[in-house]
């Protein structure tokens, strides 16, 4: 793992836990302990494990790629579906307004 990406990566994982557990400390959690012991494992260091560092620094971006998304589609999840929306709503949801309508009386079709 080249050092200075690693640790950026390392860090984005260990904030993007923190938003996902409101409930509980992540510091507790299998999976802070889990990339705590990979981060330890794999470092540029150490060169007696078979896996290529390159393979190890895009495994923890993948992982940090879900953790993101699954944050991201939390919130638009909870922004967007509340139920079906008039017109008008998702006019205003995308930025457009909806053109004035006038009350006209009903003309008799037999004048």
Known sequence: MATKSALT????????????????????SPIYLKIKDDYRRYRPI????????DEVLFVART??????????RKIIHSTYSKGEKTVQQAANIVGLELPKTTDRPHLPLNG
């Open 46 to 53: 150490t060169s007696k494990y078979c896996k290529h560092t």
């Open 63 to 72: 992982y940090l790629t879900y953790l993101e998304s699954t944050r991201a």
């Open 9 to 28: 990566v390392y860090k984005r994982l260990i904030r993007e836990l923190s938003p996902n557990n409101l409930l509980f400390s992540y510091r507790s």
